[in-house]
């Protein structure tokens, strides 16, 4: 794995609550609203999501974000695209989001993801809980390496809050 210069880097954590689900947390040195900020928009989104290194970029990062909203992110990558969407179904800015996310290669496989951040003292604690519909789907999604691209994000994640909180 990357070793990152990140702060928090190593807050970063994946766990398995559930048969069907994934749990990620981490830390960022930024108070919630800037993190709620960076992770909503589609300026922020595209400068940090999926950005695992050269060659990586988002050329699509669409989001609407409302109740019944949509969004679609596309990654560019080394060997191609890959392309994720799905609704909003709840949202309480700065702490809270909830939606569904589906891989567009299996459309008919719908996941729902439960993103919390909590502030305390200046920094943020950001816990995603994603619910697959199965424990095979589950364990596909670990077995791709999710966690370290997810780990790769977040630390450009943080490198953007930091950048934000500068300007």
Not at 111 to 139: C, I, M, Q, W
């Amino acid at each position: 794995m990357l070793v990152s210069r990140a702060a928090n880097s190593d807050s970063f954590t994946v766990t398995t609550p559930s048969d069907q689900e994934i749990r990620m947390t981490r830390v960022f040195n930024a108070p919630r609203t800037l993190v709620f900020e960076a992770m909503t928009r589609p300026e922020h989104v595209a400068q940090w999501w999926g950005q695992l290194g050269e060659g990586y970029s988002v050329p699509v990062c669409e989001i609407d974000l409302r109740v019944g909203g949509r969004w679609r992110f596309v990654n560019r990558h080394p060997k191609g695209e890959v392309a994720f969407y799905g609704e909003y179904k709840e949202v309480t800015p700065p702490g809270r989001v909830v939606f569904t996310e589906i891989f567009e290669d299996f459309p008919d496989t719908v996941s729902v993801v439960t993103a919390e951040l909590v502030e305390e003292n200046g920094k943020t604690l950001f816990t995603a809980t994603v619910r697959y519909p199965s424990l095979e789907v589950r364990d596909m999604v670990m077995s791709t390496g999710m966690s370290r691209g997810a780990a790769i994000s977040y630390d450009r994640l943080e490198d953007l809050v930091v950048a934000l909180q500068q300007r």
